[in-house]
């Protein structure tokens, strides 16, 4: 392994994950890197060799391309956590500091050749050996995009879909539709798809 592989493996699980997990988290990164482990993806579809590539090509395009246009994403975290907190003697001002919180999931959305379409990945501490970087939250998401599709709270394979993600599901879809001008096509709200 490259001495710039291992620096950028390093840089994104300092700026994705808790200072306390770094050590763990970049062994097993680089074990990943050298296919000592697999890659994190979800368990109730069948994944094909052609869509794990699609997913890594989307995720090298959204995080190396300059304008970030390729796909468009959120995250999911858990809640933000006080950093410090400081009271000014002389005036009695008070300001509070907060560190972002850890990345659970993700829901994506981009388009292919004919349709566009939506996917979430969200952390499950059970079955992930560790926590999620951002690109292993979409690229898990633009697996799960190109191979499912999702009916309000579960999804076509009938995975139950996570509350905090089933939540913030509506109003990104219409985030997607008025960003690419077409409904996502593998979603349907209440309905079937």
């Not at 993806?41 to 069948?46: D, H, I, L, S, Y």
């Not at 907190?85 to 009695?92: P, S």
């Not at 599901?169 to 996502?184: G, Q």
Request: aromatic share 8%; with cysteine.
């Amino acid at each position: 392994m490259d001495k710039h592989k291992l620096q950028a493996i390093i840089n994104e699980v300092k700026e994705t994950l808790p200072r306390d997990k770094w050590a763990s988290a970049i062994k097993i990164r680089v074990n990943m890197a050298k296919d000592r482990f697999p890659k994190p993806e979800p368990r109730a579809v069948e994944i094909d060799d052609y869509t794990r590539a699609i997913a890594e090509r989307l995720c090298e395009d959204h995080f190396f391309s300059k304008n970030r246009k390729v796909l468009l994403s959120q995250f999911i975290r858990s809640k933000s956590q006080l950093k410090s907190f400081r009271v000014n003697v002389k005036t009695g001002e008070i300001s509070k500091s907060f560190e972002k919180g850890v990345i659970l999931g993700a829901l994506v959305a981009f388009k292919t050749d004919t349709e566009v379409k939506v996917g979430w990945s969200f952390y499950n501490k059970n079955h992930e050996v560790v926590p999620f970087t951002k690109r292993d939250a979409i690229r898990i998401a633009i697996i799960r995009g190109l191979t499912d599709g999702i009916n309000y709270k579960q999804t076509v394979s009938k995975v139950q879909i996570p509350i905090s993600i089933s939540q913030a599901l509506p109003e990104f879809i219409l985030r997607a539709t008025k960003y690419y001008s077409v409904a996502p096509a593998n979603v349907q709200i209440g309905g079937t798809v």
